[in-house]
């Protein structure tokens, strides 16, 4: 019976954040890359699938149960200010009968940039737990306006100029305002 593991990639200045979603050791993929367990929020893998499938301009991790030379170098860039516009890549790696990697490296399911980073301490009986809130911007997030408002001819050809340089000009919102006061009828059984 094979598996999958879930794994993350942060492109920090300081040098590249490894980890994989589970509890226990380090994790070696077939490339020899070395992943440190953690622990990703409950509702986590659903953003990551509605990321991977373009459903999500962006993608909102929490990690916990990091390991404190991992939440110093973080900590260290972050109090530098080179955290923002990082690289962030999320892996799925395919594990044999044994959980260990099967053939070929992890295949990078989504890419975006590291658009915000909150460190949350929280006391327990137990001590003090870092947890890091990781906010990743893919290109997607052009899509979305912060105001709710629908996007114009001119930010839809903008939009598709930074998406497709080399496509033609994209003319989808052109007639959008001529189709206003037309009434769909669906199914149109006559």
Known sequence: MTSIRILARAELPAGPLLWWDGSGGPFIDNDGNLY???TLGDDALAQIEAAINGEAATLSLVISGIDAKASDAVWADYKAGNIAGSRFRVLLQKLDQYEQPARGSPKVKFTGKIANLKFVDQASDTGISSVIQVDITNRFTLMSITSGAVLSDVDQ?????????SAPEDQMCERMPGLKDHTIRWPNWS
Not at 157 to 165: I, K, Q, Y
């Open 157 to 165: 050809r903008a939009r598709a100029r930074v998406l497709n340089p």
């Open 36 to 38: 440190r367990s953690c």
